[in-house]
């Protein structure tokens, strides 16, 4: 028997295994970072990778994909949602909230932007505050794309395992950072790899900020083939027939499998809603809700 091999699947076994989401707990979804480029190291599809501005500086050019054939008219744009809390978010059957976390990304963000134009959406972006600091043009571009914008934190750092006035402190950094880089406050927050507590939710929604959840993840994070992706988050919403989409713009095979998600959401009848913010009058209250994810820690 080669025991070199018998070790090497049992390691990848082992790697695969260790899915996104928190042990017990198959209701709170879980994003990570995934290498893709070959330059930095080499890692498995769910290994998670620092989070470094300098890491993400040189955009990704060698494959610019062709949207001329995707010129409308397109019947994908749905509603526009007004909300002051995500319980005011009610998506009837095949309507969808697209998202995508970890960025500004350039070279990535703009292409994301341009894929969206051709199909008439818009999207949520929730920005990491190094990225946004590091890449202020491209976070502005994407506000006057007209798209929600959201924090992420600073470093994206699993707060689950920090002190909470630490954490409180890396909330407040990214959301401040955000807010600088577009000149305009972002109300929207989403808990790196949807690693939340009740108390951490609470203090946010003391804030007037309002937490974002996921009802699917396309795990793009993956290191696998766009079309697996697609075909992926396809599946869930199937099963779903609604929901919030989770993507990252940082990763090249995000950039490429958007216009064939697209494609398929319109071909199979989903409309994309908008999201706006509309600040309540008075006290904030129950700011913190919610999107078909119950997590309970």
Known sequence: MNYRLLLAGLAVSLALGGCATKPGNEASLKSSYAAEEPRHKSLKANDPIEMEPKKWLVADLETRDDL?????PHNLAGRTLEVSSLKDIRLADKEVILTFDDGPAPGKTERILATLDKFGVKAAFMMVGEMAKAHPATAREVLAHGDAIGSHTFRHPDLDKMTFD???TEIARGKDAVTKAIGTDVPFFRFPYLADSKRLRSAIAARDMIVMDVDIDSKDYFTSTPASVVDRTMKQLHQRGRGIVLMHDIHQRTVRMLPALLSRLENE???VVTLKY?????PATNLVAQAGTKMVR
């Open 68 to 72: 001329a054939g995707m010129n409308g």
């Open 166 to 168: 630490a954490a409180m």
């Open 269 to 271: 009848g989903y409309k």
């Open 278 to 282: 509309k600040r309540e009058r008075g």
